[in-house]
């Protein structure tokens, strides 16, 4: 059975980075055959899927538009998870920040939730 | 982007009544090399995550109830809850996964009567 366990701090300042970890068990981060996915939601965005990170013999990346430029996805093998890094954060940041596997695609599990808030 | 809309944005059903929700894609999610709709629906409750019911369009996950079906084309699609539960109370969500960003619809809540 696979389990998502993601843990980070549940506020961060504005311009600020958020930090997200996602520790996998029962499957392995670097398996060939799904992708690791960051998915947030709020009110005001609905479900936002942020992007992925995958091995095919190396690591891709696939990021959404919006937050290209300040968006990173770190695979960690020694400990099997993967880490979501967010750099200058504003208020419109503010959500509930999921972890998923992909299988095929689809999100077949997903870690807990971490509400993030973006505030002084 | 491929952007999903839903309607209706909510709806309340009797216990034991059919629910249909329904989704589409302003482009096909239909892939012509393998035949298979890159659509997903998920059903989520509060302070939960999203639960997977459906993927391919109408492949229902081990274990979500029979109850649950999806169908569809290439751009629209369908959520059907044959008899309405208690337990059934929830946003739903479809999701197509063709091409990267994998969109989320907005969301249909679905409420007893």
């Known amino acids: 059975q696979v389990q998502l366990q993601q843990s980070g701090p549940g506020l961060v300042k504005p311009s600020q980075t958020l930090s997200l970890t996602c520790a996998i068990s029962g499957d392995s981060v670097s398996s060939n055959s799904v992708a690791w996915a960051w998915i947030r939601q709020s009110p005001s965005r609905g479900l936002e899927w942020l992007g992925r990170t995958y091995y095919r013999s190396k690591w891709f990346n696939d990021y959404v538009v919006s937050v290209k430029s300040r968006i990173t996805f770190t695979p960690d093998t020694s400990k099997n998870q993967f880490s979501l890094q967010l750099s200058s954060v504003t208020p419109e940041d503010t959500a509930v920040y999921y972890c998923?596997?992909?299988?095929?695609?689809?999100?077949?599990?997903w870690g807990q939730g971490t509400l993030v808030t973006v505030s002084s | 982007d491929i952007v999903m809309t839903q309607s209706p944005d909510s709806l309340a059903v009797s216990l034991g009544e059919r629910a249909t929700i329904n989704c589409k894609s302003s482009q096909s999610v239909l892939s012509s090399s393998n035949n298979l709709k890159y659509l997903a629906w998920y059903q989520q409750k509060p302070g939960q995550p999203p639960k997977l019911l459906i993927y391919?369009?109408?492949t229902r996950e081990s274990g979500v109830p029979d109850r649950f079906s999806g169908s569809g084309s290439g751009t629209d699609f369908t959520l059907t809850i044959s008899s309405l539960q208690a337990e059934d109370v929830a946003v739903y969500y479809c999701?197509?996964?063709?091409?990267?960003?994998?969109?989320f619809g907005p969301g249909t809540k679905v409420d007893i009567k």
């Open positions: 391919w369009a109408s």
């Open positions: 999701q197509h996964y063709y091409s990267t960003p994998f969109t």
């Open positions: 998923a596997r992909l299988k095929n695609g689809y999100c077949d599990y």
